[in-house]
């Protein structure tokens, strides 16, 4: 069975829900992970910003401007008149519960409630759809198996267990259709897999019922060579690593949720970017094959922290930095680049929800300096140190550019570079420029 994902704007339109409905519907049997339809999940945001402030009457302005838009959208959508009061009916009833939560008192677990209703009304809305159309679906709830453990991970047993039996109950539909993005936590409450998580979740239950592939539909023709928002001229890569695809997805390639891949390397099974807009285009295969020789793609990644801790007492000391990722564990922060001297180390962390706090305890063991605003600026490929010659090309193309740190031969994919934010965009044009013109014109 194959796991398809469409993001939100491939569901952002009545028009493109149809034609996702026809792009699913080839007979074979599949299950359908859906987004909200696109710029919901941010008014869901701006509801709760306003709750948090206590403006209640803007929340509510916001909500009845997504009640017109969702009353349109039922209008072209379905055809039969029941189907438009059975829809505007289960709408109806998603906005008043947003109106309700308006009342309380702002909290996490408030903002996460508020968020799912995105996932909750595009799914209903498409269900109801392909049943006007005959097809044989049903709506499998995410909240009754998508589920986080104590650590906020993926309870991959639970969900294992919940969707296998889900299915085994259910057999018979040719289309299972279920929310992405939201779960609950370990304590059953409505949470969510991070902004971009239904990609997250496309690839968990891929993972968990070992599907025979991942299809992940979104509006480009795949994972192109550089950040497209910010560099002319990409052209899509037709075949990735996973390994290669998990660092572009960690360090900023927006296709991918920052961990999607993980899950789906692990089971082995093959992800594959697809176009909704243009579903003939090839897209990017992610699969365990690597191509050896190449530099594949670059990727940046924003708000990034650099910290960094000078120490004679570092001299030929031992657990001196057990010491200071220690501090960065029990601050919840996790490290993304690290590069030592033999009297001090450079780190960086793209949360600075407890840097207060890791700066007074770093104290402890040097001179503390801080950069904020920084990028790092990623180049994945087959970067194995026998490939003479890469590291230089890179480094040569950012010869112009003010490097505060390059991590190299951490991995066999990566080399990474941190650059200023405001230099984020020369430093990817620089790139593309060196790295993918150039093979252009030789091939
Ligand atoms: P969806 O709503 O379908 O999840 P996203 O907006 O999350 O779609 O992801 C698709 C967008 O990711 C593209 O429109 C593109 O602007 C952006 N993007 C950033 N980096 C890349 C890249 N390397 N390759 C392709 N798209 C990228
Ligand atoms: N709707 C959520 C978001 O906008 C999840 C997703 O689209 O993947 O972040
Ligand atoms: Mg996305």
């Known amino acids: 069975m194959k796991i398809l994902k469409f993001g939100g704007t491939s569901v952002g339109s009545p028009q493109r829900m149809k034609d996702v409905c ?35 009457e803007a929340a509510g302005n916001v909500i009845n401007k997504l009640r017109t838009l969702y009353k349109q959208h039922v209008e072209e959508l379905y055809s039969k008149e029941e189907n438009k009061e059975k829809t505007n009916a289960l709408l109806l009833d998603i906005f008043m519960h947003l109106h309700n939560l308006t009342t309380q008192e702002y909290s996490d677990k408030l903002e996460k409630e508020i968020l799912a209703q995105g996932e909750l009304m595009s799914t209903n809305m498409v269900t109801n759809y392909l049943k006007e159309q005959g097809v044989k679906v049903m709506l499998i709830p995410a909240l009754d198996f998508m589920r986080t453990d104590s650590n906020g991970e993926p309870d991959m047993p639970y969900i294992k267990e919940h969707i296998t039996d889900i299915l085994k109950k259910n057999d018979g539909y040719e289309l299972y259709i279920t929310q992405g993005f939201i779960c609950r936590n370990i304590n059953g409450d409505v949470d969510n897999l991070q902004r971009g998580g239904s990609d997250y979740t496309a690839c968990l239950v891929g993972a968990v019922l070992r599907a025979e592939e991942i299809q992940i539909w979104t509006d480009i023709d795949g994972m192109h060579n550089n950040d497209p928002r910010y560099v002319p001229n990409t052209t899509p890569v037709r075949q990735l690593n996973f390994e290669e695809a998990a660092e572009l997805a ?25 176009n909704t807009m243009d579903p003939s285009a090839p897209g990017t295969i992610i699969n365990d094959q ?45 490290v993304d680049m690290v590069t030592t001297s033999e009297v001090g180390v450079t780190l960086t962390i793209d949360n600075n929800a407890h840097l207060a706090n890791i700066v007074e305890e770093l104290k402890k063991y040097g001179t503390i300096s801080i950069d904020e605003n920084m990028c790092i600026i990623c180049v994945v490929g087959d970067l194995r140190w026998g490939n003479v010659g890469f590291e230089t090309l ?48 030789a091939e």
């Open 22 to 56: 026809q792009l699913i519907t080839d007979g074979n049997r599949k299950i359908v992970v859906l987004s909200a339809m696109s710029g919901t999940t941010n008014s869901l945001v701006e509801i709760a910003d306003y709750i948090k402030k206590r403006n209640l």
């Open 250 to 274: 960690y360090f900023g390639a927006k296709i991918l949720h920052p961990t999607c891949i993980q899950p789906a390397h692990y089971a082995g099974v093959p992800v594959r970017l697809l």
């Open 290 to 334: 690597m191509q050896k020789g190449t530099i594949k793609a670059v990727a940046a990644k924003d708000n990034i922290t650099a910290i960094k801790i000078v120490s004679s007492r570092m001299l030929l000391a031992t657990g001196f930095l057990h010491k200071l990722f220690e501090t960065f564990e029990v601050n919840h922060t996790p």
């Open 394 to 441: 890179v480094t040569e193309a950012l010869a112009q550019i003010p490097v505060r740190m390059i991590a190299y031969g951490g991995s066999n994919h990566n080399i990474s570079f941190l650059v200023r934010e405001s230099d984020k965009k020369a430093a990817l044009c620089a790139l593309s420029e060196k790295l993918f013109n150039n093979q252009q014109k």
